[in-house]
């Protein structure tokens, strides 16, 4: 399949790993926008959060119970914040689903 995250995961294009288990993988995002900002993806390849169901929702449940794992390995102790963008008005770029782990400061209180 050619999705950038399924490379990314597969190992066959580099990324800074931040944390991974057996569902989920964690990296650094090659353009931050924020002092921590990380991906935090399920290695099950769902193109987005409108294409949860329940026949894939626990590859959405792993990468949930990974996150406050990834948020303390990164010593995010005051706060972050977790996005994901679906589609094409939500400025999904890539379509492999995606959460977006930003901290590291105070966040800007728009949501757009
Ligand atoms: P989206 O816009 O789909 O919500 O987020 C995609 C994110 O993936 C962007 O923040 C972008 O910077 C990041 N990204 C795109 N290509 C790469 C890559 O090759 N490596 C890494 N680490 N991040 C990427
Ligand atoms: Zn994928």
């Not at 090659?30 to 399920?42: G, S």
């Not at 290695?43 to 987005?48: L, V």
């Not at 169901?53 to 102790?77: C, R, T, W, Y």
């Amino acid at each position: 399949m050619d999705c950038l995250f399924c490379k990314i995961i597969a190992g066959d294009i580099p990324s800074s790993k931040v944390y991974e288990d057996e569902a989920v993988y964690a990296f650094k995002d090659i353009n931050p926008q924020a002092p921590v900002h990380v991906l935090v993806v399920p290695k099950a390849h769902i193109e987005s959060a409108d294409c949860i169901n329940s026949d894939n929702s626990d590859a959405v449940k792993a990468v949930f119970e990974a996150i406050p794992k990834v948020a303390a390995s990164l010593g995010l102790v005051n706060g972050y914040r977790v996005i994901t963008n679906i589609g094409e008005d939500g400025c999904q770029s890539v379509r492999h689903i995606h959460f977006h782990v930003l901290g590291g400061k105070k966040l800007p209180e728009n949501m757009g």
